[in-house]
Structure formats: structure tokens, C-alpha cells
């Protein structure tokens, strides 16, 4: 074949393709046009109702799910704190709050300690429905005026609310106490871990006899608290110990709050109790510190919501 | 395609560029839906004889005109952050006048789809106008179906529908350029 000729192919092929390519394009649009109209009009019409239907449901569904979710109040933790009058203190204390919708605390006051000012601070602590809110009152007994030293348990306050008048609410225990301190017993060390583990290492100034340690709460804490006591001898098992000038005690504590169950909304401070006597057989009361970390975990606070919204 | 069709389709475009636009100085948006409603209303108008989706459209165009005037006094949209405090009402508001945009925009593109069967569109822009459609009509109704599980919903999820919702914006766009797109062909 001659290069001419192959020349005359080539167009003709060319020709040939293009009108192909034409005719498959119109092939092509005819069947896009077809095939959008073809869906019969019968299921077309029952789309659009259903479809409807179901985005219906989907806004009860959730409007019905979020609502469940909120709490009627705002709901106080149970607090179970000690608090000194002889000194400068502070107690903290902490409130569920739904996080847009519903009624905020505006305000706090304790009845029997009306001089106890507390500042409401932003939530810090954030859940899906609820904020955790914390408020925090300074207080020191000797401040004018100065008060009867006579123990005192708070169980209520007043709060005040965003909307609607203000109600008495229970918040658990405020032990209010006056003590000086005078112990023989220096700290020299502490810690505690998000597990709810704790120590407390103190030294003795002076030769005294450990006769006695308890701790605040006790009553309520019997089985949520476990503690143990370890002298340079050893654990303690049995008491009164005696104790030389310098040597050392640690307190090994453990929290054990269950977390399924309202005992997880409790918050404590509290102390060990210690009661020993010196040489010249003086008796002290001494207090040592138990830290405690509350924390809440959104599965419990929804557990809460759901249960109800309210602590027994 | 006639001058006037290509006409049409070039102010549609620019009418749709309003709602999809919302630029704000202050409280004042400088795209006001409303002047792009009426811009659709009134190409909508030139062409209602053509085709019956088209008049339908005009009447939707008409309630989004009406709809979107309270929005020169205050804010429409609802922040996410603010999402479970807006009274339910606004919410209506919101998603009624998106259902009613979307509806309008559909039936404007199916009239235009129509009259392509009688014109010369070329087959790619036929089949763009076809799949986009089709995207846009399917995106929206997730949009609508999962739009009220934000309530409950982790923010996690929250992204994921502002994605989608960004996917709409997109496909309104290549809506808008083949408005633009038909104009220019002859």
C-alpha cells in the first residue's frame, strides 16, 4: 500500500470515528434524559413522605433524648468537710449544673456562717449535659464579728438561682470546729494518686505514746476508707505505741467509693484524729490531713441524670 | 439556547449567589438573601411559560423572599455552641427555609433540565446538571436527617455535619457554574 493511500484510510477512518463518537454521545444523552424520568411516578410519590417522616422522628427522637438528659436544678455534691474556726480556712463547694438549658446558682449562703462569702467560679470540669461548678468561701472565725466558739454542722444552704426564689438545699456535712493546733507531730511528707492512695509521713518533736487513731466521718466511711499506720518498728497492730524524738510515722490511706453508686457524689475532707500523751502525761488531739481527689466521670454523671437527678 | 434564556440563566446564577454568601458587617449582611430571592423571582418570571417547574420555583422564590426579610434585623443562623439553646422555633425557621431554598434551586435546575431535551446542551453539561442535582438533593437529606442528633451528639460528629454542610456549599457552587456555564453557550 502506497503512502497516498494510506493517507485516504486514515481520514476515512477519522470520518467514520467521529461520526460513531456522535452518535453514541446522543445515544448517551437520550438515555441520560430517559433515565431520569423513568423512576415511576408511583414509589417517587412515597419517597418524599417517608423521608419526611423519619426526619420527624429524628427531631423527637433527640429533642425527647436531650431533654431527658437535663436536671430539673442545679443538684449540690455531699460535702463532708471539717473546718477550723481558729484559723484561716476555706471550704469548696461543688454543683452539678446543665449546661445551657435550665436554671444556674447565682448565689450561696450558709445561714449559721453568714460571713462566709463564696465566689462562684466557671465550670471546669465539662460533661456533655452538665458542667461541674465549683464555689469557694474564705472565712476565718476571729473576723469581726467574732463568733461563739461552739461547734457547729451546717447541712444546708441557701441558693440563690438565675430564675425563681431562692431554696434551702442540702449539701451534706460542715463540721465546724475550733481547734488550736499544738501537736508534737511535724510533717515532713505527703502524697497522694488519682487512684484515691495517700501518705502522710510525720517525725516527732518529742517522746510522746500514740494512744489512739481515728479519722473524721468514720461513721459513714467505715467501708469506703482503709488506712494503716507503719512506726520504724514495723505496722502498727495494736496500740498505745511509743514513739522516741525523731522518729518517723507514715499513714498509707486508700479510698475505696464505689463509682456505680451515689457514694461516688460525696466529697470529704477530712482528718485523722490523733490522740497521744507527752512525758509529763499531757493529752493531745492532733489532726492529720487526708487529701481527696474527687472525680467524676461523664458514664457517672449520666447514670445520675438518668437515675433521677437526685442524691439520697 | 435564545438570548433571553442565556439571560436568565446568568442572573439566576447571581441570584443564588446571595443566599450562599454571608458576609457581615456588624449585623448587616451584604449579600441580603432577600435581593437574591427577588433577582430569582424575577428571571423566573421571564421564563414561567416554559416549563411548569419553573412557575413553581417562582412561587417558592416568593415565600424566600418573604422569609429571609426578618433576617435584615436579626441573626438567622445558629451557632453550633448555641445549637441546644435556640428556641425550637428558630430551628423551624432554619430548616424550613433551607428546605424551601434547596426545593427552589431543584426545581429550577429540573425546568432547566427539561428545556435541555428540546436545545442544544451539550451532553456533559446535561449530565453535570443531572449528578450535581442529584448529590445536592442527597447531601441535603442527610443534612436534614442528622442535623437535630448535633443536640446529642459528640463534636466529633458535630465536624462531620459541618463537613457535609461544607460539601453542600461546594456542589451549590458548580450549581451556580453551570448557571453561568449555559449562559454562555450560543
Given amino acids: 500500500m502506497g503512502p497516498a493511500l494510506r493517507g485516504k484510510t486514515s481520514v476515512g477512518s477519522y470520518i467514520i470515528s467521529s461520526k460513531v463518537v456522535n452518535w453514541v454521545n446522543e445515544r448517551g444523552r437520550e438515555a441520560l434524559y430517559i433515565n431520569s424520568d423513568s423512576r415511576p411516578e408511583k414509589k417517587k410519590k412515597y419517597i418524599l413522605p417517608i423521608f419526611l417522616l423519619i426526619v420527624t422522628a429524628s427531631w423527637a427522637g433527640n429533642i425527647w433524648y436531650y431533654y431527658s438528659m437535663q436536671l430539673d436544678k442545679p443538684v449540690f455534691l455531699k460535702h463532708y468537710i471539717t473546718l477550723n474556726g481558729n484559723q484561716d480556712d476555706w471550704i469548696e463547694l461543688s454543683f452539678l449544673e446543665n449546661r445551657r438549658i435550665g436554671k444556674k446558682v447565682t448565689g450561696i449562703e450558709l445561714e449559721k456562717l453568714p460571713q462566709l462569702r463564696f465566689e462562684i467560679h466557671p465550670p471546669n470540669n465539662d460533661f456533655k449535659y452538665q458542667v461541674m461548678r465549683k464555689a469557694y468561701g474564705f472565712w476565718n472565725g476571729e473576723e469581726n464579728p467574732p463568733m461563739e466558739k461552739e461547734p457547729l454542722i451546717i447541712t444546708e444552704a441557701t441558693v440563690y438561682y438565675s430564675e425563681g426564689p431562692p431554696e434551702k438545699v442540702p449539701i451534706g456535712e460542715i463540721h465546724v470546729m475550733w481547734e488550736r493546733s499544738e501537736g508534737l507531730l511535724e510533717s515532713i511528707s505527703s502524697g497522694g494518686s488519682s487512684e484515691g492512695t495517700g501518705q502522710y509521713t510525720v517525725i516527732a518533736e518529742e517522746a510522746i505514746t500514740l494512744e489512739q487513731v481515728d479519722y473524721s466521718f468514720s461513721d459513714r466511711l467505715n467501708s469506703k476508707f482503709e488506712f494503716s499506720v507503719v512506726s520504724p518498728n514495723g505496722p502498727v497492730t495494736e496500740m498505745p505505741i511509743q514513739l522516741d524524738a525523731g522518729d518517723t510515722l507514715i499513714f498509707d490511706y486508700a479510698w475505696k467509693i464505689p463509682s456505680d453508686t451515689a457514694t461516688a457524689f460525696e466529697v470529704y475532707r477530712t482528718n485523722f484524729l490523733l490522740t497521744y500523751t507527752t512525758g509529763d502525761g499531757e493529752i493531745i488531739h492532733d489532726r492529720i490531713p487526708i487529701s481527696f481527689n474527687h472525680y467524676l466521670s461523664e458514664n457517672q454523671v449520666n447514670w445520675f441524670v438518668r437515675s433521677g437527678g437526685e442524691l439520697p | ?186
Fill in chain 2, 1 to 186: 439556547m435564545s438570548p433571553s434564556l442565556r439571560s436568565v440563566c446568568r442572573r439566576l446564577g447571581w441570584g443564588l449567589v446571595f443566599p450562599l454568601l454571608d458576609f457581615r458587617l456588624g449585623s448587616f449582611d451584604i449579600f441580603p438573601d432577600f435581593v437574591g430571592y427577588l433577582i430569582i423571582l424575577l428571571a423566573l418570571n421571564h421564563i414561567r411559560a416554559m416549563d411548569s417547574h419553573f412557575r413553581y420555583a417562582g412561587w417558592l422564590a416568593l415565600v424566600l423572599l418573604l422569609l429571609s426579610l426578618p433576617q435584615l434585623i436579626f441573626k438567622s443562623s445558629i451557632d453550633v455552641e448555641q445549637f441546644a439553646v435556640a428556641p425550637l422555633g428558630m430551628h423551624a425557621y432554619v430548616q424550613a427555609t433551607a428546605i424551601l431554598h434547596v426545593w427552589c434551586v431543584i426545581l429550577i435546575f429540573r425546568g432547566l433540565y427539561r428545556i435541555g431535551k428540546a436545545t442544544t446542551i451539550p451532553p456533559g453539561l446535561a449530565a453535570a446538571v443531572d449528578s450535581s442535582t442529584k448529590l445536592y438533593m442527597a447531601l441535603f437529606a442527610i443534612q436534614l436527617l442528622f442535623y437535630p442528633f448535633m443536640l446529642n451528639m459528640e463534636d466529633s460528629v458535630v465536624l462531620v455535619l459541618q463537613l457535609s454542610s461544607l460539601f453542600i456549599l461546594f456542589i451549590e457552587l458548580l450549581l451556580i457554574r453551570v448557571l453561568f456555564r449555559l449562559s454562555l453557550i450560543v
